[in-house]
Nanobody, 121 residues
Framework: VQLQASGGGLVQPGGSLGLSCAAS????????MGWFRQAPGKEREFVATVTWSGGDTWYGDIAKGRFTVARDIAKNTVYLQMNRLKPEDSAVYFC???????????????RGQGTQVTVSS
């Protein structure tokens, strides 16, 4: 399975941005797909997870109330809509197959290359 993230860019504080993660095929190793982010010099952070089958969602504290995760089964694509962005949201965002722990990428599982999000005026 290959994951391709896209949609990053430069946005002003308070603005919105949508990310996409296209999977070459539905992962067999897990029903869950997650978004994570990592800024230079900082630890990886959990953003959100969604299940392919039922569309169940979970959000990290950094995303609650501002971000929305969704999936399109027909397109094998997971989305992350980010609203009311803040400068501290600047990071590389990547998608990954998620295991039993909804806040962790599956060990040795597929993950995308990441897309840069910069929030700045």
């Amino acid at each position: 399975v290959q994951l391709q993230a896209s949609g990053g860019g430069l946005v002003q504080p308070g603005g919105s941005l949508g990310l996409s993660c296209a999977a070459s095929e539905r992962p067999l190793s897990s029903d869950r797909m997650g978004w994570f982010r990592q800024a230079p010099g900082k630890e990886r952070e959990f953003v959100a997870t969604v299940t392919w089958s039922g569309g169940d969602t979970w959000y990290g504290d950094i995303a609650k109330g501002r971000f929305t995760v969704a999936r399109d089964i027909a397109k094998n694509t997971v989305y992350l809509q980010m609203n009311r962005l803040k400068p501290e949201d600047s990071a590389v965002y990547f998608c990954a197959v998620v295991g039993e722990d909804i806040q962790m990428p599956l060990a040795a599982g597929p993950r995308g290359q990441g897309t840069q999000v910069t929030v700045s005026s």
